[in-house]
């Protein structure tokens, strides 16, 4: 591992922390997410700190930032862009909509009707967008950050298992410290924080560290053992539907990116463990949903470290 290489990543994340406080895990979880070039699905309470977050990402590493606000009367066309006729040339011109950046926040994305989900799902998975059979791609790097409440349902649309399956982490960002807490409460408006945070990267360099995830080594029994993980979840008598192979994949490219974070070119079983949580637990359908999403998450999670202490962990 170069040296080079694990001071960027460590500039990057102290970077981030300026203006979100206390939440340094949280923090490296979106940049190992960044580097595994996987979305992000951040779920908690409003206030907590996600908008300042993705700003914060996209101003660490010199990229643009847009936040789409999803709302039940929302169209796909005002998240991806519309063909409009110039009156001049005669000629369709497309306008791009606001997801066109690196760093995009789709803010309280369960709101919004399943054919806009839809639509967001294909920029995920595709990185690029169709319009009047025409394709456009979107920046390099690109990343969605989408929250939802894990509380307030009502007037929402459940996210189908197919678009919860496109986001490589689940995450969320708890309440802060005490200390932590005051000094947010005399900081006030963040909004002069992130106007003078700096750039430590521009997109070529995340590009470059990107490329680099490819090359850190994962033995096979490690390999093995996450797919032990993949395959448990599969058998487990308290869940419906497993991960699936897309999961695996993503379980094994977050390892990658968290052992680069951490300065390693090998993967450890500590950093499965560690990933196991935000990468498998929003993907299961559990058996015992009784109707209510947050005993649902709960069960979820009660599963993964079920698994997490019934497979042998390699030596």
Excluded: W
């Amino acid at each position: 591992m170069r040296t080079l290489t694990v001071n960027r990543v460590t500039e990057l994340v102290d970077n981030i922390e300026k203006v979100i406080f206390g939440k340094r895990d949280v923090v490296k979880l979106c940049v190992t997410g960044l580097l595994a070039r996987g979305h992000i699905l951040i779920e908690d309470l409003p206030g907590m700190g996600k908008t300042t977050l993705a700003q914060g990402l996209a101003r660490s590493i010199s990229c643009t930032f847009n936040r789409i606000q999803f709302t039940s009367d929302m169209l796909p066309a005002d998240i991806l862009g519309v063909s409009i006729l110039n009156q001049k040339s005669s000629q369709f011109e497309f306008r791009t909509g606001p997801i066109f950046a690196h760093v995009v926040l789709a803010d309280e994305v369960n709101r919004t009707p399943p054919k806009t989900q839809s639509a967001l799902l294909e920029a995920m998975s595709e990185s690029q967008v169709s319009i009047d059979g025409k394709t456009h791609p979107l920046p390099n790097p690109f990343i969605v950050l989408a929250t939802q409440n894990p509380i307030e349902y009502e007037g929402t649309y459940t996210l189908p298992e197919s678009q919860l399956d496109r986001f490589m982490l689940r995450l969320t960002m708890g309440y802060p410290g005490v200390a932590d807490e005051l000094h947010i409460m005399r900081r006030r408006d963040p909004k002069v924080a992130l106007e003078q945070l700096q750039p430590v990267l521009d997109a070529g360099e995340v590009l470059e560290l990107q490329s680099q995830v490819a090359d850190i080594i994962v033995d096979d029994s490690v390999a093995r053992y996450m797919l032990d993980l993949i395959q448990a979840t599969r058998d487990d008598e308290h869940v419906q539907i497993g991960a699936s192979p897309r999961a695996s994949v993503s379980l094994f490219e977050a390892c990658q990116a968290r052992a680069l974070t951490d300065g390693r070119d090998f993967v450890t079983p500590d950093d499965v463990k560690a990933m196991a949580h935000p990468v498998l637990s929003h993907r299961l359908i559990v058996k015992s949903r009784g109707g209510n999403p947050a005993a649902s998450a709960r069960e979820r999670s009660r599963v993964v470290d079920d698994i997490l202490r019934r497979i042998p962990v390699p030596v």
